[in-house]
């Protein structure tokens, strides 16, 4: 009787442990379908950075800003060493007023940056730039990729883009990106612009799936800041030589090479 009872009680207690893991099993073959999905509908995001990459103004900002400290504070126009290459406009414009031994303040800040957004639409016609070799393809071969996003990561004010791209007819192509206003160096830029894209595309961008174009160490260093891989092009102030010390994962002379970008996406 008690071998009965007991046999009972084990066939219930293994049915039991049986429905359970059945239960567990498709629990986790959901969850994998799940994970499964939502990676597939994570995007892959490439960021582009302006000058150097995507065109080369011909020293129309340089011309701008350099005009901009000149009629907004009334000095002389003075031989100034500040590096301009893949820093933000923030700090170019911090180390032009210390230059000219101007405080950096907000008011005076703001005054250089209005100045600037008004010069800088008549020295890109006064100057003679340029969209890069192969940008344009490239942009188009992206934009046929579903599972692709284009945005910007760059040192430039938000505005000072906006006014570059549309000079050169690029300025609808960047739909979230990252800016020099507010922060100094680039890699808070790289942080704001991967903010950016997540927000754009409601969290489905995985670092791993990230690319940064640019033309600089300082795009392959913010580039490694938020995990992201990188192009570097060798089509701004850098040579191949100069960009291949900083290891970027794939390395063009100009973006007509850019296959090679788009089967590694
Ligand atoms: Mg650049």
Redesign the pocket.
Known sequence: MYQIAFGIRRRKADSWAGFLGYVAGQYQIALQMATAVQYSDMKTVVFF?????LLRSGGAGKLAMMTAVQEAFGVAPTPVEVPF??RTDRAIMRDLLHAHKIEFTSDNFHRLVETYLQLLPECLQRMTGRVLPGVLELLQALERLDHVAVGLL??NLRRGAQTKLGYFGLAERFPFGGFGDVHFDRNSVARDALAAAQCFLNGSCAPERIWVI???P??IECARHIGARVLAVAT??HTLEQLAAHQPDLLLSDLRQYGLLLERL
Not at 49 to 53: E, K, Y
């Open positions: 950075d302006i000058d150097g990459t290459s893949g760059t040192g640019g033309d600089t300082l795009d701004g102030t």
